[in-house]
């Protein structure tokens, strides 16, 4: 029983690059969200989706930052024209349709280096 | 103001010391508070949970939450060396569909 799948686990992006990080939820997991780490910061929400809908997005910033979580296939976070400061471990984590105890899991992230 | 506070460290304890981590909140809206232990260039991983005010303990750890103080702690009895990490508190209003609030985490070094 896999956990949460991301990929890649490491990025290197120029600046002005597209940046797509992928995440494959547990199986029998329908919720997916997206937190960012900064540098010696915690966890930030970023957006929650489930299957083709996005149900809160209020900590994705407003330009450049898209994500989908598409019926067939894995959760799409996509940054346009990176810049340095999207530098961070971006981590996905999913949970299950209906709750049964504290269900979210996290998978070991992607780290983005923008040079 | 932050709405989960949390004390960033870094702590630092010999071996077999009993370690105090805690947070405190703004939202009363919360009602599940998790412990989550986060080793380095890894994801976070569910150490602890509890649903309102109380104890619960496993093994070695023991959370607590205060909703009336709005304060939560995870104690660690017998520290070891393998608990060397960063703790992460939590806290959301579901078990699921809502998103956590995080503290920005304590990093904890148990020296041998």
């Known amino acids: 029983n896999a956990g949460v799948m991301q990929n890649p686990r490491h990025l290197v992006r120029r600046r002005g690059q597209e940046a797509r990080l992928r995440c494959s939820p547990m199986k029998g997991h329908s919720h997916v969200y997206w937190y960012r780490q900064l540098p010696e910061e915690g966890l930030k929400f970023m957006v929650y989706l489930q299957k083709e809908n996005i149900i809160d997005e209020s900590g994705m910033p407003k330009e450049r930052f898209s994500a989908e979580f598409p019926k067939e296939g894995p959760s799409i976070l996509r940054i346009q024209q990176v810049v340095r400061g999207d530098s961070a471990a971006y981590f996905c984590a999913s949970s299950r349709l209906s709750g049964q105890g504290v269900g979210y899991t996290f998978g070991s992230g992607t780290r983005l280096t923008v040079v | 103001q932050k709405e989960v506070e949390q004390d960033p460290g870094p702590l630092s304890v010999p071996e077999g010391a009993i370690v105090s981590l805690n947070c405190t909140y703004s939202n009363s809206a919360f009602q599940y508070f998790m412990w989550y232990r986060q080793y380095s260039r890894k994801g976070p991983e569910l150490l602890m949970y509890t649903y309102s005010s109380g104890n619960k303990e496993d093994g070695r750890f023991t959370a607590q939450v205060d909703k009336s103080s709005k304060y939560i702690s995870l104690f660690i009895r017998d520290s070891q060396p393998s608990d060397s990490a960063t703790y992460l508190c939590?806290?959301?209003?579901?078990?699921?569909?809502?998103?956590?609030?995080f503290g920005e985490g304590t990093q904890l070094t148990v020296n041998p």
């Open positions: 939590a806290m959301t209003q579901e078990t699921s569909g809502s998103r956590l609030t």
